[in-house]
């Protein structure tokens, strides 16, 4: 069974409009999420994080809000730009079970210019 | 050359070959892994190496066998796959083991190796 859910294979989004990508977990013990980005042909690149103490973390253009009681986290790009065009994972830690990072599915980001 | 990097990039291979999957790092990270990328899944853990140790196998097939001779080296030798092996394998490294402190869940992949077999 999936703990780390990505419900959405794909978004598009007009550019300078908000991308808005989705993720939901099971493990109530997971304490730390990210958000991985990739373009094809490459690994994915880290993006942003947020540790379960907190609800909010903002990156420039990138904002992950984590609602615990829902067991929900969300990743905001404002304004959305071509570039941001990528594959989007979403990925879940926690502290006993050290090494296993879980992975989402991952939502294809498409930003039309 | 800086990051992590993997070799080959592409491999096709047949069910009675023997290969193997190269993986290195420059970034003088303590942990390693390797994951598998299939069609719409999410990214498995296969294995998770910590200064040189196997701290994690996940149920992975005897047909592949991990190898780490350093720090900074990680194999993945391949023999009698099947086809539904084929697949993207990604090699990533971090500081520290993921789950300890914040920065070690930050992991930094390599491009990866597609794997076709036949």
């Known amino acids: 069974d999936q703990q780390v859910k990505q419900n959405s294979p794909s978004l598009s989004v007009q550019e300078g409009r908000i991308s808005i990508l989705n993720c939901d977990y099971t493990n109530s013990m997971f304490d730390y999420f990210l958000w991985y980005k990739k373009y094809p042909a490459e690994g994915p690149t880290f993006l942003i994080s947020?540790?379960?103490?907190?609800d909010k973390n903002e990156d420039g253009r990138f904002t992950v809000f984590l609602n615990k009681s829902a067991k929900h986290l969300s990743l905001h790009i404002v304004p959305s730009q071509p570039g941001d065009s990528a594959v989007y994972f979403c990925?879940?830690?926690?502290?006993?079970?050290?090494?296993?990072?879980?992975f989402g599915k991952g939502t294809k980001l498409s930003v039309k210019p | 050359e800086t990051g992590v990097t993997q070799t080959p990039r592409h491999l096709v291979m047949g069910m009675t070959n023997k290969k193997s999957l190269k993986c290195e790092q420059h970034?003088?990270?303590?942990?390693m892994y390797w994951y598998k990328q299939s069609a719409k899944k999410p990214l498995e853990l296969m294995f998770v190496y910590s200064l040189e140790e196997r701290v994690e196998n996940n149920s992975v097939p005897s047909r592949f066998s991990p190898e780490c001779p350093n720090s900074s080296h990680l194999f993945l030798h391949l023999h009698t796959l099947q086809p539904e092996d084929s697949a993207l394998y990604l090699c990533?490294?971090?500081?520290?083991?993921?789950?300890?402190?914040?920065?070690?869940?930050?992991?930094?992949f390599g491009a990866g190796s597609r794997l076709t077999v036949l």
């Open positions: 990925a879940a830690s926690d502290r006993g079970s050290q090494g296993n990072l879980i």
């Open positions: 947020i540790s379960s103490i907190k």
């Open positions: 970034l003088g990270h303590n942990a």
């Open positions: 990533a490294s971090s500081q520290a083991l993921t789950g300890g402190s914040a920065g070690a869940n930050v992991l930094t």
